[in-house]
Nanobody
Framework: QVQLVESGGGLVQAGGSVRLSCAAS????????MGWFRQAPGKEREFVAG??????????ADSVKGRFTISRDNAKNTNTVYLQMNNLKPEDTAVYYC??????????????WGQGTQVTVSS
């Protein structure tokens, strides 16, 4: 069982930066692939970024490539995945969710999900 808690969201101006964190509980965090998804009002949940269990492989949606960076810290006392978001745009406004699963995928079929954190980008 893995529990995920996101933090770091808020209100930011266009062009600004935000770093989201997702803290995971459970001793097997290092064996899970992790993903970040987002959902804007009236839209479906969409893939943002993913990272393999080791951190050696990452994947990004085209809309965020070059602006967002996913990383993870598998240290026992940390167990956290991050999403560094730079050069934010108003269209990045959404609730951001982290997820854990057996493999990294762009599909929202991960086993565990956090509660989400709101990111609002003003123009």
């Amino acid at each position: 069982q893995v529990q995920l808690v996101e933090s770091g969201g808020g209100l930011v101006q266009a062009g600004g930066s935000v770093r989201l964190s997702c803290a995971a509980s459970g001793r097997t965090f290092g064996s899970y692939a992790m993903g970040w998804f987002r959902q804007a009002p009236g839209k479906e949940r969409e893939f943002v970024a993913g990272i393999s269990w080791s951190g050696g492989s990452t994947d990004y949606a085209d809309s965020v490539k070059g602006r967002f960076t996913i990383s993870r810290d598998n240290a026992k006392n940390t167990n956290t995945v991050y999403l560094q978001m730079n050069n934010l745009k108003p269209e990045d406004t959404a609730v951001y969710y982290c997820a854990a699963g057996s493999r990294a995928t762009r599909y929202p079929i991960y086993d565990y999900w956090g509660q989400g954190t709101q990111v609002t980008v003003s123009s």
